[in-house]
């Protein structure tokens, strides 16, 4: 039982660039979340799924996309990466938007 | 829009003395808030969460208090070990799109000396 995984672990981009990170969950929850974590500023939503099929906008999610492959995968796309979108990136799941989010070990993201 | 308001942003202790993390929220209608734990280079970890239908709730050295009427809830961590030093973000649940979602405080840098 793997929990929450992601890929990749560290990123390098240049401006402009496009990327997808991949998120994989084997808790067999039914959301899934993205989040971007800035120094200082806690650890904000960008997109969340609330089931199977279902996508929503969180608090920040200009310049990213995502898609709920399936149960299991949640995916985010930068289309062309900014220095803004420097950051570290999270994905989590959990049952309901009410009970415990377990959280992958992130992705490191740098754009130039 | 909804907000979590956490202090202190950074707290030093000593080793064995007590520490409190303050949060305050805006929605009346949360009802649920937990605490979680990041150790530097780790992911976010659930340590305690309360739900509003209760006031308190212990788990060994580690309590979480809830003011429904305040709008405030507190993580209180006593005799405290350097292993406890990490970041600790409150969180509190809210309703947009007709689903739950949490929304995370700025979090609080817990240095413990021995």
Known sequence: NAGVTQTPKFQVLKTGQSMTLQCAQDMNHNSMYWYRQDPGMGLRLIYYSASEGTTDKGEVPNGYNVSRLNKREFSLRLESAAPSQTSVYFCASSESGTDTQYFGPGTRLTVL | ?114
Do not use: M
């Open chain 2, 1 to 114: 829009g909804e907000n979590v308001e956490q202090h202190p942003s950074t707290l030093s202790v000593q080793e064995g003395d007590s520490a409190v993390i303050k949060c305050t929220y805006s929605d009346s209608a949360s009802n649920y808030f937990p605490w979680y734990k990041q150790e530097l280079g780790k992911r976010p970890q659930l340590i305690i969460d309360i739900r509003s239908n209760v006031g308190e709730k212990k788990d060994q050295r580690i309590a979480v208090t809830l003011n429904k009427t305040a709008k405030h809830f507190s993580l209180h961590i006593t005799e405290t070990q350097p292993e406890d030093s990490a970041v600790y973000f409150c969180a509190a649940s809210f309703v947009s799109g007709g689903y739950n979602k949490l929304i995370f405080g700025a979090g609080t840098r817990l240095a413990v000396h021995p």
